[in-house]
């Protein structure tokens, strides 16, 4: 009662259409989800430059719908932890029903990571939140410190497709190795050139035998 006595007052809102969310929703309203609802799960092997992955899983195929967008934008920039949770979840969801039809299952959840200075910055690491969301549908643990990003590594926004891909070339690395594993599951926000995907698995590829999976909000690779 209280809580909801407290959102009469102050209510949240929507971080796609900004209206007032109700008791029952959580940063993003049923209506927007509903708006930009999609999927997209590749049947076989795909490829990110030179590497091979087991399975591409994004929950919203369509990038450039502008209610997408702003879910987005507010999530990165504007530390939306809660729409990157939410939206975690609607993903998680796909996931668990290619799990299912595809009887295949994850050892871990890996985020992409941001660098020490991007995150204080920022405040949080959102492709994390993206996986804990995940991770409470799936229920597999999520690993935060194992792959890590340079410092000095530069923003990517608005810089082409071969600079993005040279300015991530063997930025990833891991801090600790992996005993025991053999199948993970790569989390990242959204999937442009596939660069970052490209040097992250480059890192995980010191490991022996491991199948790698993708998942993304979105990807327009």
């Not at 796909?94 to 204080?120: A, G, R, T, Y």
């Not at 801090?175 to 199948?183: L, P, Q, S, V």
């Amino acid at each position: 009662m209280l809580k909801e006595f407290i959102q009469l007052i102050y209510p949240d809102f929507c971080s796609g259409c900004n209206q007032p969310l109700l008791f029952s929703e959580r940063a993003v309203c049923s209506s927007c989800l509903m708006e930009v609802k999609s999927s997209f799960a590749s049947d076989s092997n795909t490829f990110f430059g030179r590497y091979s992955v087991n399975r591409e899983i994004y929950a919203f195929k369509f990038f450039k719908n502008k209610l997408l967008q702003k879910m987005i934008y507010e999530m990165k920039y504007n530390g939306n932890k809660d729409t990157a949770f939410v939206l975690g979840i609607e993903l998680g969801f796909l996931v668990q029903n290619v799990c299912k039809s595809k009887n295949q299952d994850f050892d871990f959840i890996i985020p992409v990571p941001v660098s020490e200075i991007k995150k204080q910055a920022r405040g949080y690491n959102q492709s994390e939140y993206i996986a804990n969301g995940i991770s409470q549908v799936i229920k597999r643990p999520v690993l935060k410190n194992r792959l890590k990003r340079r410092n000095n590594l530069r923003s990517q926004v608005n810089k082409s497709r071969y600079n993005r891909w040279s300015n991530v070339d063997e930025q990833y690395y891991l801090a600790r190795n992996f005993n025991g594993i053999n199948k993970i599951l790569l989390v990242d926000d959204v999937v442009t050139t596939g660069a970052t995907i490209n040097s992250c698995i480059r890192a995980l590829q010191t490991i022996n035998n491991l199948e790698i999976s993708i998942a993304a909000l979105a990807g327009n690779k």
